[in-house]
């Protein structure tokens, strides 16, 4: 490094990676940079991800709830929608939490600079500056200096590339500005973030078609769990398209016309559809080749994550790499976790700190949620993988109608799964489909990170009635001690 630079730490895109590996370097002593092209911090998973996200799926899902209260006793008139308070809600929440993030900053003294950053050599970026929406670069550029950098640049949406330009094709970006709600609606791409935009419209009074290229929605996460989804939503969808390709679009005066293609040879393709909105979900792409990694040497692999090892070392001694850049799963508590291990091995390095330069990342799971109604949650190893790689594995159920919390909650159609060592009794995995199923799971993540078995969880008295007592029930019954109903 030069003998005088500009900071210790340079760290290159504020979302949850950046911010959360720029304020631990802080605090650990270092003196701080944070580069992001946008006016506000937080990434996509504060600005346009996780939590817009699911500020309108807590409305759909109040929305949903309101529903069944008929059949309960209590009946509400049909809702009426006011779109820019909704909208005024949403950004109320994700405004909350970025002012939040300038406030830390500055309490940390980590300096933030507005611009796009690319590398000129192994200790300088080179930072020219940007406009309110941060793709457009107004010509000011300033070169800064770093013993270590953090790249945080993460990913962005995938476009399809037979989809022309029309203002009513949108990627999740798009449909979370809530420009409207159309009558009709084609999510292409069945996974997570499909699914949580169509359960929003859905609730909202759209009729939602899904076009999935794969056999089954949601995948990675086990089938029994999604089947149990699949059967809550049925109604609620229209088309659901398992294994079929979308290949071609159509702006029309009366809708996008949308083919659809059997992904399999010699099936028929299902019939076409017109829709007034079309959502892309086909996935997101790292960031790895926009930001100068030639000039550096540095790696970034063909599909443009940059490889690291368990210190977020990449091939530049210098440049260290997090978040959902580095690869799958693109997770915002991934991207915390490599922060923090990053900052922690950066400090070590520079501070001559031989605890912290140890510091790697060793999680064992890192749990996927699917915010939809229900909800679908899962930890370490499912029943599908285990079986794919021949380990001898205990499973234990608990099914949600014999939950009496469920029961009063009216909403007993989840279960509670379990996965255990057939030797060491050890839990290896666990899913739970059901309302909250993603705040239920981090006992489950704690479990498996803890070693515990089946005795530890099952024995563990859990608080009556709540749906946290599945999990001490599925424990018991992989024990075979599970005789009550609660
Ligand atoms: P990002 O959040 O992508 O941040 C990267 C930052 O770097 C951006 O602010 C970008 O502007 C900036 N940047 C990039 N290049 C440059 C450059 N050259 N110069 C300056 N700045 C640059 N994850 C969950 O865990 N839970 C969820 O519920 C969830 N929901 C989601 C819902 C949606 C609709 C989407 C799209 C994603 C969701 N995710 C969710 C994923 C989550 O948002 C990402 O995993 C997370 O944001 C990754 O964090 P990151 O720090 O790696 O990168």
């Known amino acids: 490094a030069p003998a005088e630079t500009d900071c210790d730490v340079l760290v290159l895109g504020a979302g949850p990676g950046g911010y959360s590996a720029a304020f631990r370097a802080a605090d650990l002593g270092l003196k701080v940079i944070l580069v992001e092209r946008y006016a506000e911090l937080g990434g996509v998973c504060?600005?346009?991800?996780?939590?817009?996200?699911k500020a309108l799926l807590h409305v759909a899902a109040v929305m949903d709830e309101v529903r069944h209260f008929?059949?309960?006793?209590?009946?509400?008139?049909?809702p009426q929608l006011d779109l820019d308070k909704l909208r005024a809600h949403k950004n109320a929440v994700t405004g909350k939490l970025t002012g939040g993030l300038n406030g830390m900053?500055?309490?940390?003294k980590v300096q933030v600079l507005r611009g796009y950053g690319t590398f000129i050599d192994a200790h300088h970026l080179q930072l020219e500056g940007t406009t309110g929406t941060g793709q457009d670069k107004n010509g000011e550029t300033r070169t800064v200096s770093f013993k270590r950098c953090v790249i945080a640049a993460g990913s962005q949406a995938v476009h399809l590339p037979f989809l022309p330009e029309d203002p009513r094709?949108?990627?999740?970006t798009g449909a979370l500005a809530l420009p409207q709600v159309p009558k009709r609606m084609l999510v292409i791409?069945?996974?997570?973030?499909?699914l949580e935009m169509g359960s929003v419209y859905g609730a909202l009074g759209t009729s939602i078609d899904v076009v999935e290229m794969s056999d089954g929605l949601m995948p990675g996460a086990d089938r029994d769990l999604v089947q149990v989804w699949q059967k809550f939503n049925a109604k609620r969808f229209g088309r659901v398209l398992l294994g079929t390709k979308t290949v071609a679009a159509q702006a029309t005066a009366e809708g996008i016309r949308v083919s659809f293609e059997s992904a399999k040879a010699g099936e028929?393709?299902?019939?076409?559809?017109?829709?007034?909105l079309v959502l892309q979900a086909v996935g997101r792409t790292p960031n790895g080749r926009k930001i100068g990694a030639d000039k550096v040497g540095l790696t970034v692999n063909e599909r443009g994550f940059i490889p690291v090892d368990e210190q977020m070392?990449?091939?530049?001694?210098?440049?260290f790499a997090i978040g959902d850049i580095v690869g799958q799963p693109m997770l915002a508590h991934k991207a915390t976790h490599e922060g923090h291990v990053a900052a922690e091995v950066i400090a070590g390095e520079l501070l001559g700190d031989e605890a912290l330069a140890r510091s790697a990342f060793d999680a064992r799971v890192i749990p996927s949620v699917a915010y939809t109604d229900p909800e679908i949650a899962w930890a370490g190893l499912t029943e599908e993988q285990a079986k794919a790689q021949g380990r001898a594995i205990k499973k234990g159920l608990f099914p949600w109608a014999a939950s009496g919390r469920a029961l009063a909650n009216g909403r007993s159609e989840g279960f509670t799964k379990l996965l255990f060592d057939a030797e060491t009794h050890r839990i290896v995995g666990g899913g739970i489909v059901g309302t909250h199923a993603g705040d239920l799971i981090g006992e489950v993540a704690l479990a498996i990170e803890m070693g515990a078995d089946e005795i530890d969880i099952g024995k563990t008295i859990h608080p009556h009635p709540t749906?946290?007592?599945?999990?001490?029930l599925a424990a018991e019954a992989a024990h075979g001690t599970c005789t009550d109903l609660m």
């Open 46 to 53: 504060l600005n346009v991800g996780c939590i817009p996200s």
């Open 70 to 78: 008929d059949a309960l006793g209590v009946s509400y008139g049909a």
């Open 105 to 108: 900053a500055k309490a940390r």
């Open 169 to 172: 094709i949108v990627d999740s």
């Open 189 to 194: 791409g069945g996974g997570i973030i499909g």
């Open 268 to 276: 028929a393709a299902p019939e076409a559809g017109v829709y007034d």
């Open 313 to 319: 070392r990449t091939n530049v001694p210098s440049l």
């Open 467 to 472: 749906l946290t007592e599945s999990v001490g």
